[in-house]
């Protein structure tokens, strides 16, 4: 089974500050992503990778950077948390080249909350 | 712009009957369909899925449809049951193996009635 981990369930952060979300995966992926999710909005695309230190920006990347050093691992960063940055955080990570399946493997999640 | 439309916010049905969940979409080059299920405080986990190339796929109780001409799928789960109350993704990809990540809807609440 696929595993996707991601550092906290919870965090509460102070605006400004410098926030790090890690998320590993033990399934030797190549793709992995970065999701925010809100009430009334779904599931929106942050930032995604293809493979180490290869980055590409999604559909809302400002506000926000990522790092991905090595395969199993990718972070996002806020630079300065905002409150409009308080939201819900989903990692997955995808198997390259699949022939049957598109399927994205997703983490818990971690609530953030921006004060 | 919404390219992946999930217009019924909310859905609710008599456990045992059918649940019909819709989705529409903008986006002629999406290729592959997607339908994900989420529980409060947990990630999305993957339900069923249909190539651009079928009009129809069904894993046990979960049946995806597809109509292309129309930019409309549905998910038909039944019977329905009250582990399936839950939030429900609709989600699309059109580049090669997803690489690019989903576009997803809004979702759609779920409620399975006793």
């Known amino acids: 089974d696929v595993k996707v981990t991601q550092s906290s369930r919870y965090l509460v952060k102070r605006t400004g500050e410098k926030v790090f979300l890690e998320c590993v995966q033990d399934?030797?992926?190549?793709?992995m992503f970065w999701y925010r999710q809100d009430p009334g909005l779904g599931l929106r695309l942050i930032y995604f990778?293809?493979?180490?230190?290869?980055?590409e920006k999604g559909d809302i990347p400002e506000g926000y950077s990522v790092s991905r050093e090595k395969k199993e691992r990718f972070s996002l960063i806020l630079e300065s948390a905002s409150t409009n940055q308080t939201s819900m955080y989903l990692c997955?990570?995808?198997?390259?080249?699949?022939?049957?399946?598109?399927?994205?493997?997703f983490g818990p999640g971690t609530r953030l909350t921006v004060t | 712009d919404q390219q992946v439309k999930q217009n019924s916010p909310s859905l609710s049905v008599q456990e045992g009957r059918i649940s019909i969940l819709n989705c529409d979409y903008t986006?002629?080059?999406?290729?592959?369909f997607l339908w994900y299920k989420k529980y409060p405080a947990e990630g999305p986990t993957f339900l069923i899925s249909?190539?651009?190339?079928?009009d129809k796929n069904e894993d046990g109780r979960f049946t995806v449809f597809l109509n292309k001409s129309a930019k409309h799928l549905s998910l038909h789960i039944v019977p329905s049951q009250p582990g399936d109350s839950a939030v429900y993704f609709c989600?699309?990809?059109?580049?090669?193996?997803?690489?690019?990540?989903?576009?997803f809807g809004k979702g759609t609440h779920l409620i399975i009635q006793p």
């Open positions: 997955a990570s995808l198997l390259a080249g699949s022939p049957t399946s598109y399927e994205q493997y």
């Open positions: 399934m030797d992926h190549e793709n």
């Open positions: 990778s293809y493979d180490v230190k290869m980055k």
């Open positions: 986006n002629s080059m999406f290729d592959y």
């Open positions: 249909i190539s651009s190339i079928k």
């Open positions: 989600a699309a990809s059109n580049s090669g193996g997803g690489a690019d990540g989903l576009t």
